[in-house]
């Protein structure tokens, strides 16, 4: 749907932002902004949660790897909770990869990458899987550590590699057919890393106000507040809220380690599905560090048959992400919020989540859960 | 005990109940008893004391065992005499039984022991009893730590989270975060700037200092593991009440807040080992405040009033007004805290 056939069926003077940063959902409602939104101003939840979206085929990999005697498997902390579903379990159970270090997988927590490279010269005759997951905020990280496991020929270190770009995304939700967004607020921090000129050309291409922000609790209320301006004024293009970090060209230093390291590719967003060009793999010299190539023996060749099965490049989506009753995809792409989901706050709650969007604390229903309160 | 290093190590033998015990106990143990004569004997024999006593238990298996403004054995006496504290106690006796994985540097057991001494003197409290014990190399984490303390009620009303009324007032007796940053911070290799330090500490003075004034201390609780957040929803989930917090007067330092921001943490959930929540008559709200504000406290909320209790456990609600005047409810933590990812 075009822009102004929106504007032409929405009800007069209302009009639908979707925040996309899951950092910012967790800030707009531990702040209660969105109580204090522009006059007809509603507000949507976006997929900006790493490891909400990180698809399903690569945790499945992960998981298998995990349970090789071999193997050192490590992650961020969000990563280690997000729920894998049980293949056709009548009570529609789910592990993560906590579960399996409980029964004797070796799964670290890591907080930065180089910390796995660390476990790797320390531990030689391991092998050391690192999944690398989240968006360019932390992909220029991954890559260094690419660099270094070349330079330093150390083959017992593999990378996992789930990174996901954001803009192919949101170029995504703004052009869907069912799209009824009128703006979008930017992840500040992505911005930082890749400069402007990527949001600002999405912004032209689909005629909406895209607004760069921050995390703070200031930083999305005037984000809010300018995209309600230009929404009553008819504007589109970008502006950026967040002057104090992002800078037009970005981190010149990040772009040159991801443009080294990482090439983009089309991959399946858990939740959103194909989405072109929507994720990085390793490039060139790089691929080596790929465990589908290191790792292609034993019974670790199993465990990423998984992955094997989807091809490189991860294209398609598997049948069955979440539960039957979880909404977890419709809240990922802003057609509903947390509390329209049936399971939200009864069968879904932190302490047992049924969809990835209620593991992170970027995660919409687990911020809605936390500060609004389910059941 | 020397290693291939020249290190000394707890061996197994440690723990076989002969003479290599015998030794260790006494030469690492032996002092921190009141009376070292009881160790020779199977149970000590304590002086019944009038009025109510306080008991409590505690097990310590943090990691790293030592930590910024701390280790795992001031954390296990402070912690215990800090249970006692909440309860309206004075803490006096203490028993410490210590499990310790072979292989175990003597000399960090001894530094350990040193600071078990120290917060003993600190707290008030003496070691009465004890028990040791030597797990094989893998089967324990270092050294665990279990105590149990003995108090003696000082106060003649009962200090309980029944005890809590609608239109009591909440006072917090310090800032959020601290101990639990600097122990995420050790586990992880975060190099927090500026580095911070465990807020361990004695909550009994602080208690003394109120009960002195007067105040009639409905209901106290220290902040834990799950935090602020935690103690709030559990105490107002004992009698179903509606408690209103203001955010803005939760004391929040910066370091920890910045710290916080980085690593997608909320202060709130974050574990605390030297302060406590106190629920006060509204009658009594500034004389109360009087002394935790000179302890860097504050008022933090109130029990609503006009609301029945009655409602089942579980049925409490906490409202957080924020500095924008806008209103969230707020919930614990689901379980372990995890940095997040970007």
Redesign the interface.
């Known amino acids: 749907m075009s822009a102004a056939e929106i504007r032409r069926e929405r009800p007069q003077g209302t009009a639908t932002v979707m925040e996309v940063c899951g950092?910012q959902t967790?800030t707009i409602?531990?702040?209660?902004?969105d109580?204090?939104l522009p006059a007809g101003m509603a507000l949507i939840h976006g997929p900006g949660c790493?490891?909400c979206v990180t698809p399903l085929p690569v945790l499945e990999a992960a998981m298998a790897l995990a349970q090789c005697p071999e193997v050192i498997l490590c992650s961020?902390?969000?990563?280690?909770?997000v729920p894998l579903p049980v293949p056709a379990d009548p009570q529609q159970r789910s592990i993560d990869l906590?579960s399996l270090r409980a029964a004797g997988a070796d799964v670290r927590?890591?907080?930065q990458p180089q910390?796995a490279l660390q476990i790797a010269l320390q531990e030689p005759q391991r092998q050391v899987v690192l999944l690398a997951?989240?968006?360019e905020?932390?992909a220029p990280a991954t890559a260094l550590v690419a660099i270094q496991r070349r330079a330093l020929q150390l083959r017992n270190l593999h990378l996992l590699v789930a990174h996901v770009r954001v803009v192919p995304a949101m170029a995504r939700l703004l052009s869907s057919p069912e799209s009824r967004l009128d703006a979008l607020l930017a992840p500040g921090?992505v911005c930082s890393v890749i400069g402007l000129a990527e949001m600002e050309a999405l912004a032209h291409t689909c005629e909406r106000p895209v607004v760069g922000a921050g995390?703070?609790?200031s930083h999305p209320e005037r984000a809010l507040q300018l995209s309600g301006r230009m929404l009553e004024r008819g504007d589109h293009g970008l502006r950026n809220a967040y002057r104090e970090v992002v800078q037009e060209q970005g981190n010149p230093r990040a772009r040159a380690l991801l443009a080294e390291v990482l090439e983009p590719i089309d991959l399946a967003w858990r939740g959103l599905g194909l989405i072109e060009a929507g994720g990085l793999a390793l490039k060139g010299a790089y691929v080596e560090a790929d465990v589908r190539w290191g790792l292609d023996r034993g019974d670790t060749a199993a465990a990423l048959a998984p992955l094997k099965r989807q091809g490189q490049a991860l294209t398609r989506a598997p049948a069955k992400e979440e539960p039957e009753i979880c909404r977890a995809a419709a809240v990922l792409q802003g057609h509903c919020l947390p509390s329209d989901c049936p399971a939200f706050g009864s069968s879904c709650?932190?302490?047992h989540p049924l969809g990835a969007p209620m593991v992170?604390?970027?995660g919409a229903c687990a911020a809605w859960?936390?500060?609004?309160?389910g059941g | 005990m020397n290693d291939p290093s020249g290190e000394e190590r707890i061996r197994l033998g440690h723990g076989g109940g002969g003479t290599l015990m015998r030794a260790l106990i006494d030469a690492e143990f032996r002092h921190l008893y009141a009376e070292p004569s009881q160790i020779l004997h199977d149970a000590t024999v304590l002086s019944a004391s009038e009025g109510a006593l306080a008991f409590s238990v505690d097990s310590s298996v943090v990691q790293p065992l030592q930590f910024p403004g701390g280790d795992i054995g001031s954390l296990a006496v402070i912690g215990t005499a800090n249970d006692l504290a909440m309860a309206g106690a004075r803490p006096q006796h203490l028993s410490l039984a210590v499990i310790l994985e072979e292989g175990l540097s003597l000399a960090l057991l001894r530094q350990i022991v040193a600071s078990i001494a120290q917060a003993c003197e600190r707290c008030g409290v003496s070691v009465e009893t004890g028990d040791t014990k030597v797990v094989e190399r893998g089967k324990g984490d270092g050294l665990f730590l279990s105590t149990s303390g003995l108090g003696v009620i000082a106060t003649p009303e009962p200090i309980h989270p029944r005890c809590i009324e609608a239109g009591d007032v909440i006072l917090l007796s310090g800032d959020l975060g601290r101990h639990g940053l600097a122990i995420l911070a050790s586990r992880h290799g975060l190099e927090l700037q500026p580095p911070l330090c465990s807020d361990l500490q004695p909550l009994w003075p602080a208690v003394q200092a109120l009960l002195d004034q007067g105040i009639r201390l409905h209901c106290l609780r220290d902040l834990t593991r799950g935090g602020l957040a935690m103690v709030l929803q559990e105490l107002a989930d004992a009698g179903s009440w509606r408690f209103e917090i203001k955010e803005a007067a939760v004391p929040i330092s910066e370091a920890v807040a910045n710290s916080c921001r980085i690593l997608g943490l909320d202060p709130w959930h974050l574990a605390c080992e030297g302060r406590f929540v106190a629920i006060v008559p509204a009658a009594q709200a500034a004389e109360a405040l009087a002394v935790l504000e000179a302890r860097g406290g504050r008022m933090i909320g109130v029990v609503a009033a006009g609301e029945q209790p009655g409602g089942g456990p579980g049925a409490g609600t906490v409202i957080v007004r924020t500095a924008l005047n806008t209103t969230r409810r707020q919930h614990p933590p689901s379980g372990e805290l995890l940095p997040r990812i970007c």
């Open positions: 950092g967790h409602l531990r702040w209660g902004l109580q204090r790493p490891v961020y902390g969000d990563m280690l909770r906590l927590l890591i907080t910390q997951v989240g968006f905020t932390t921090h995390l703070s609790h709650r932190p302490e992170s604390e970027e859960m936390q500060y609004r309160g």
